[in-house]
């Protein structure tokens, strides 16, 4: 159910400027639904749109690690150990950063 969630979210607003907030949230709903559908790998490609995506736009610092979060988790689930770990060194120091 949250893959075709995710799947209706994307195909509704995916013709908005990349700067839509319900373009944003339904990329992550996207991301989300392969995710815990098991289709980790079409979720990673998904998550690392939306990170560059992110980026690109000049979200939030908070919204970028949140991503990164997200995106450790499912190299972690690919079995990619070492970039999930990276990953989580950044997110930690960026925590560090932002919150102290």
């Known amino acids: 159910v ?3 969630l995710g799947w209706a979210c994307w195909k509704t607003y995916m013709g908005r400027p990349e700067t839509d907030r319900f ?4 990329m992550r709903q996207l991301a989300g639904g392969l995710y815990a559908a098991g289709h980790y ?3 990673l490609s998904v998550q690392e749109a939306h990170l560059s995506l992110l980026r690109r736009i000049g979200a939030p610092e908070d919204s970028i ?5 997200n995106l ?4 972690g689930q690919l079995g990619r150990d070492e970039e999930a770990l990276s990953m989580k060194r ?3 120091s960026g925590h560090l950063k932002l919150y102290g």
Request: proline share 0%; with cysteine; net charge negative.
């Open 41 to 43: 790998n079409d979720a």
């Open 65 to 69: 690690l949140g991503m990164q979060t």
């Open 23 to 26: 373009w944003l949230l339904s």
């Open 72 to 75: 450790s988790s499912t190299y």
């Open 2 to 4: 949250k893959c075709a």
């Open 90 to 92: 950044d997110v930690y």
